[in-house]
């Protein structure tokens, strides 16, 4: 049977992209950033996940406002990066798992959750970029992906109580997925930050302290906020932290917390990481 | 302040503003494409038209407003390929939201961690 060996949250801002290829992880501006990676990948190089479930949103690479999915799941062989705008370099294809996809698809449906499935897909900087601060230097065989997209683009946004719940419904599907495969999701985005507006540059450090207590022990009361608290208290793309939610849903109750990092900003993002262990 | 809701300096993407922006919105997605953003280079009017934009998404993309483009119904998702084309990022847009000087603004973003 799969197995959930835990979960990993993180921010995926871009500029981490580029900072990746032009070789500043040493940088002062992002030795704080970066700094915090190395214990998050020494505990995966521990609990040897076979596939990565992929919790994250589009910014409108893969997905317009012509046809917006709430929840989307891929089902492919293999995911693709392209051109997003704004000169983001492109990074090789990533392997998925189409097997394990159809088994968590068929489950969550059974659960009610009526996601839209996806047999191609373009994965965006949400997708890559954590992917890349986790397995550096990656190669193919390193691990195999699912790929969960949110909406967090156009409102009505799924709510957290909603993105918390799919996050159980993801859990028994993959603890029920019949072959031997260790799982890890990966929830990307956050922490407080807001690119729109008068109100650009908001960075939220005592709701961020918050969530990164909350999210280990009593992820209910983060559940229990309203999509219109979290632009409120976290800003407009700060709703990302739903993300969060439907990884630590699927986690085991209570969860070991591994490691943690914070730093304030890269980009005009507050940055966090968090590395969660399930107990079993 | 324009601004929309009860969060001051702070726009709700949602479905008057997504119907109101369609157009412009869709013409900022073709920018994932390199050829469409040389298109656009080559002949701005033209480009717009072929979106059916209307005076004030028109006049938003000429002077490169993006409150006016958000105001407009633009998604900043979307809007941030536009103003990449231009080699603005997240901090340049956010510096012009703001009225601050791009530095002024990551000064802004620093002191927020400490």
Known sequence: MAQIVGGICTSHIPAIGNAIARGLEDDPYWRPFFGGYPRAREWLAEVKPDVAVMIYNDHGLNFFLDKMPTFAIGAAAEYRNADEGWGLPTVAPFPGDPKLSWHVIESVMADEFDVTTCQEMLVDHAFTVPLQLLWPGRNRRDVRTVPVALNTVQHPLPSPSRCFKLGHALGRAIESFPENARVVLIATGGMSHQLDGERAGFINKEFDQHCLEKIVDAPEELASYTIHDLVRLAGTQGVELISWLVMRGALDEPVKMIHRNYHIPVSNTAAGLMVLANAA | ?114
């Not at chain 2, 119907?19 to 002949?43: T, V």
Request: proline residues 2%; negative net charge.
């Open chain 2, 1 to 114: 302040m324009a601004s929309r809701g009860d969060i001051p300096g702070t726009y709700i993407f949602d479905g008057e503003l997504a119907l109101k922006g369609y157009p412009l919105n869709k013409m900022c997605y073709s920018f994932n494409e390199a050829a469409n953003r040389k298109a656009f280079l080559d002949d701005e009017e033209a480009y717009c038209a072929r979106f059916g934009l209307n005076d004030e998404q028109r006049d938003a993309i000429r002077r490169r407003d993006v409150l006016a483009l958000l105001e407009a119904g633009g998604n900043v998702y979307y809007l941030a390929k536009f103003t990449g084309i231009f080699g603005l990022g997240v901090q340049d847009i956010g510096a012009q939201q703001t009225g601050m000087s791009v530095d002024e603004f990551r000064a802004r973003l620093r002191a927020a961690g400490t």
